[in-house]
């Protein structure tokens, strides 16, 4: 049983989601204001947080920054604005997927599912291999860390499972949708997703990001990683 926290204003909506996920054997808690939300985050820490945008007291921007910080809960942001700045401005904050409202439960609670499968198993790379080293970055599929130097990365599940599926095809350039489909598990999606995490990754295991030498982009390609050994 996983627990799931779903925070949101609307009773209504909290209700329909809980069903679903209860249905699928989940444990869900319950919020209505970002105040009570970090609240029940610190006392039951669930595995994943479905979290509305737009909240009385606190809103999800923040309360994503703020859980993200102290932990590597899972988060998938629900949002009433449909543009694209609106859901990378949620993803920069840590998020590791969006839902537009109004939102099919069953879609969400398939997203849910999918994003525990990431939390719990890394996408299996061509190498079998556990341990994942570049020099001083080091990697542990089994155990789900990563460290560079003598310190911890702290990496949302969307990080861990890109940067694991990148490094341990090294030297191999993948668009967009090719990672959206191998890492996200997504046949279709918006590829920004993909340009923000690349960003973020960026600024925690490169020594400049604005001129990276792991992930680089491949212009008219996507992505690859280059082993810096």
């Not at 910080?69 to 604005?81: H, Y």
């Not at 890394?122 to 990563?146: H, K, S």
């Not at 990080?159 to 993948?174: I, S």
Request: hydrophobic share 40%.
């Amino acid at each position: 049983m996983h627990r799931i926290l779903v925070v949101d204003d609307d009773e209504t909506v909290r209700e329909v989601v809980r069903r679903y996920l209860s249905r699928e054997g989940h444990q869900v808690l319950e919020a209505g204001s970002g105040p009570e939300a970090l609240a029940v985050f610190r006392e039951h820490r669930p595995e994943v947080v479905v979290l509305d945008l737009m909240l009385p007291g606190t809103d999800g921007l923040e309360l994503c920054r703020t859980m993200r910080a102290e932990s590597s809960v899972g988060v998938i942001m629900l949002t009433a604005l449909g543009l694209e700045s609106d859901r990378v401005v949620g993803l920069e904050q840590g998020a590791d997927d969006y839902v537009v409202k109004p939102f099919s439960p069953k879609e969400l609670t398939l997203r849910v599912t999918r994003l525990l499968q990431r939390l719990g198993t890394a996408e299996p790379p061509r190498d079998p291999g556990l341990r994942l080293t570049d020099g001083d970055l080091i990697i542990d599929t089994r155990a789900r860390t990563a460290q560079l130097g003598d310190e911890p990365l702290n990496l949302t599940g969307r990080e861990f499972d890109l940067l694991a599926f990148l490094l341990a095809n090294a030297g191999q350039a993948f668009t967009r949708k090719e990672l959206l489909e191998r890492v996200w598990d997504w046949s279709f999606g918006d590829d920004s997703t993909v340009t923000v995490h690349v960003r973020r990754l960026r600024e925690k295991i490169e020594r400049d990001p604005s001129q990276p030498r792991r992930l680089v982009t491949v212009w008219g390609r996507g992505y690859r990683y280059d082993r810096t050994e």
